[in-house]
């Protein structure tokens, strides 16, 4: 494969190119479906593609191409540059130099058996899921879900000498539906789950808390009036709520676009002392660890928010060059797609409490499995309904409820971020606690 | 870089024509050619051409869908793709509980065709010429003084498909669709308004430029971003609106469009035993076409679906009664109804799903002059933004801009308001319908599983919703 991204450098070389970077990825994947209680399709692919960056008077043009005959990447280069030329001047367009020390491959991310991985397997796989889900309790519905094995590798070459490859493997399911009860219909709940080696999968525990969770969201009362509480979010609710509100603020690109709420706040508090928010592609428990990024620079572990205190934005070298500081490692996107900015593996620190004991401090509130509504991520306000979500007073659940509207912004709910657990649930490439915050408005319709 | 058609078509018949064990077999040659070209503030944020070719091979054996597909359509990679979709399904032939029975009969399509009579070729632009309008635009969105961010965006896909399935269909389609949108942000202290523009048609450029040029886009958007930075905000309450035609096709394809989709209806939806019952007014014929029906370049027109069933049209509420779901041959063979012509695959790796097209209501016989003229109060609900629709067609969308009558006239411009509802009981209290016809939600992606590209649209239509709700 490098002999490939060496060919299309040089290719690009020749054509004019200053500047030349290749990007290639084969990927094979073998995907069983769900759907309405029973299997749907199985589906067995291998696709190899490759991105070519050139950089031609500070100019930049891309070309991608799901074909790696030697013919068609000579036609892309060409294309690449034809787009160049066609593009404005900016400086900033530069490619990573090769660093000095040598880079580290970051080990756990491959597992060798999953060469012998079958579409058979996945499909029995995908049975086991469905299964334990159903077998859990007889009220469980299971509207869709997937068993997906994928062995995929990726290589990187520029022509400041960059040259990386890297082979990993994951395997990822996921499962939603809901409990249904003589004319009563739970809330959906959702779930994933997800591994890098053969003998880390485990449907079943997935299976369990997607099928408790509708269970537990039977039997809904609705609650008499509007109240100000506590709000303690599971992983998937941080998730679907949380994440990409910060992501979003801690990204330079932006920084850079004014449109960042934590614009010149390094070094300031902008949560409460219990978050600390870190990218790392190095944490092989995120189903997105790798050794480098989308342009070849090294990956590592940043402390982005430590004890609530602003430390750093996340760079590519484009960002980085504009404001004069190093990549961090956070140039994203496949081979379809020039790099971006982005994150990595998505954690947020465990704390000492355990979920019982995030939950025995509430006086008053409610636990929310996830959040269907609108987050907007420039300036965190968010709106939308509880699903999966359960009335707690006085320190214990009480039972579930009956579509509660909440509302607020994310940027001042961290800041009275009172609770985080120990307990951490991996979701594909976030790895996030169950978080508490008081002050949270909540309607009843 | 486009292969050549009948070479591809003889290696695919000759694939289908070697595999006797399945039921079915299906294979889609795709080539797409997909440029992209955005500007934000005077800078280039992303330029790329990303070309896509291969073939998705779908079988149907003893009961169970396999799928597999190949960037290599050599005739030994097409057999060995072939070859794994056939494994594929029967792995799960052990494990599946309720078997496929069988695809509905329909006529199979044959022949060559092209999703847009425009003789004017996509292809024959240059990457400067779709430079040059994203720049421009942007800069003129930029000209006006309120408005201190904006982008432009210009994207086409152009497709090359060769279809052959073991019932008799073989099928070649050129499509193309390009869209271009732009984004005005205007700024004031502390207020900010955003205002979007755009168009996305299946034709050529010619007909992405047809009713505006690209200049006219932005002075558009950042007009309205300027003049809402003024307006004051509706107060929320259930009352008269009239939705202009990009919100009835928002309001036809998210919120009544997905509940009558029959895999969705399977599921159980909410309109699973309504058929032929009424569920909306007499004025509301309600279609979803794979033409571009009484309008031209509609963003969805596919002509055939990738199952080899003509696209046509199909009324899914005609004068108030529920009349059909949309079908594919799978999911027709349950209902025993025909297949609509509504499956759709994104790419030659995605297997086909039962999606929309274009998806509209019918014009009627309403000025919109008489509509505003013949409302006490009310409000005129413009520009189609995100929104939300749940199973039971309970939804939530978006509008940029609100205009307030009062005794039969526009008194006022107002900010963006949401508008909610169920949309069963919004069409049941359609009282009037315009007479103009508009697809307008041509820049739309729809996504279930993997994206499709889909329009919607209609006349003005009046009716009770609730308007409310702030929407920067």
Redesign the interface.
Known sequence: MLDLLHYAIKQAEIFGASDAEAYAATNNESEVFIENNDLKQAKSQSISSIGIRVVLDGSIGFYSINDLAKSRIRDGAAMAIKIARASPRDRHNVLPNRSRSKSKSIRGIYDRNSESFQTSDAAKRAAELLKAAKSYDSRVSVDSGNFSAQVATHALANSNGIELKERASVFSWSIMGMAIENTEISSFDYQVGGSHYVKDIDVSSTASEFAETVVKSLGTQKIEDSFKGEMLLTPMAANEMIEEVIAYAINSDALQKKSSQFAGKIGKQVASDLLTVEDDATNVDGLNASSFDREGVSHRRNVVIEKGILKKFLYNTYTASKDGVRSTGNAGGSTSSPPMVSTTNFLIKPMRSSIDTLISEIDKGILISRFSGNVNPVNGDFSGVVKGGRLIMHGTIQHAVKEVMVAGNVFEALRRLNGVSRERKVIYDSILPYMRFDGISFTTG | ?MRNGAQVADNLRLLISSSKSATYVEARYQSRVASEVNF??G??E?????????CGIRVLVDG????????NISNDALKD?LD??I???R??A?????KVKGLTESKMIRGTFSTSASSDNLSDI???Q??QVA?EAEKEARSNKAVK?ASCTYRDMLDHKVIINSDGADIEIHDSKPEFSVTAIARKASQSVTAHEGVGVTGGWDDLFKKNNHVEYARIASARAAKLLDARHVSGKKTTVILDPAMVGLLSHEAIGHTVEA?FV??GSVVKDKIGTKVASDLVTLVDSGRSEIATNAGGTIIVDDEGVVAGRTAIIEKGMLKSFLHNRESAMIFGAASTGNARAFQY?D?PLIRMRNTYIEPGVDKLNDMIRETKHGYIIKGARNG?ADANGEFMFGAEEVHWIENGEVKELLRGASISGNAFEVLQSVDMVGNEFQYDIGTGYCGKYQPAKVDGGGPYIRCTAIIGGVQ?
Do not use: P, Y
């Open positions: 870089m934000i503030n800078e280039l992303r330029i790329r051409v990303v070309e896509n070719a291969g169970c869908w396999g799928f597999s597909s190949t960037s793709s794994q979709a494994a594929a399904a792995t799960l052990r494990t599946k509980k309720n240059n990457i400067e779709k430079v720049k961010t895999d399977l599921s790796s297997e939300q920067e």
